[in-house]
């Protein structure tokens, strides 16, 4: 369904009704899907430990403060595997990559001409022509949208 | 050499770069986690939860409709 759905909106024109509607639908579901399945969270969470157990795996609860540790001597496999610790090593990495990607996005987004200076987006468009990349491009954007709200 | 050829050695640097992490991350590295470990971090935090589905939505009318 997630193919199709891709598929359909590869045929769409940006800037056009259906073009709205195929990602509105989604952007709209994903919300709605998200803000349900907090609800459900809470009330298994009222109901206690007895009626909890539907939730899916343990994460913390509404206002927790818990969003991971950093693991100082550089990691365990199972740590790793679980999520719940960040090396020192995978913060300075991907912290430098990300930092330096957002540094040339905006150095590229406040200089003009846009061919001089192409952004992530306009290589999207640029590369959008081909059917098959807007195809990959809206199913991969989709599945992020599931895993985020399955979270 | 004009600024186009410039950013767009920026970008393929840029990937190379994403991608080489995500390799060794993958194979040899014990220490380096991949980006989706990071992902799952911070999924675990109900504020950057949210951010994220806020993020994504934006992302996908951006490049999709507008």
């Known amino acids: 369904m997630l193919l199709v759905w891709a598929w359909l909106d590869a045929h769409t024109r940006t800037f056009t009704l259906p073009a709205e509607l195929s990602a509105g639908i989604a952007i709209a579901a994903a919300y709605a899907a998200a803000y349900a399945r907090r609800r459900h969270r809470l009330r298994a969470a009222e109901r206690g430990p007895g009626g909890s157990r539907s939730t899916g795996p343990s994460r913390p609860e509404p206002g927790g403060t818990e969003p991971g540790g950093l693991d100082g001597d550089g990691g365990d496999s199972t740590s790793s595997r679980s999520g719940s610790l960040l090396t020192r090593r995978t913060l300075v990495v991907w912290g430098t990559i990300i930092a330096i990607a957002v540094a040339w996005e905006l150095f590229t987004l406040f200089h003009l001409p846009r061919h001089l200076y192409p952004t992530f987006s306009s290589l999207y468009v640029a590369a959008s022509r081909l059917l098959a990349v807007r195809v990959v491009a809206f199913a991969a954007w989709l599945a992020l949208g599931i895993w985020i709200v399955r979270q | ?66």
């Open chain 2, 1 to 66: 050499m004009s600024w186009r050829w410039i950013t767009l050695a920026g970008w393929s640097v840029l990937a190379a770069v994403i991608v080489a992490a995500e390799m060794v991350a993958h194979t040899v590295g014990r220490r380096l986690q991949g980006f989706e470990v990071i992902m799952v971090v911070l999924a675990r935090s109900r504020a950057t939860r949210v951010a994220l589905l806020l993020g994504w939505g934006w992302l996908g009318w951006h490049l999709f409709v507008r």
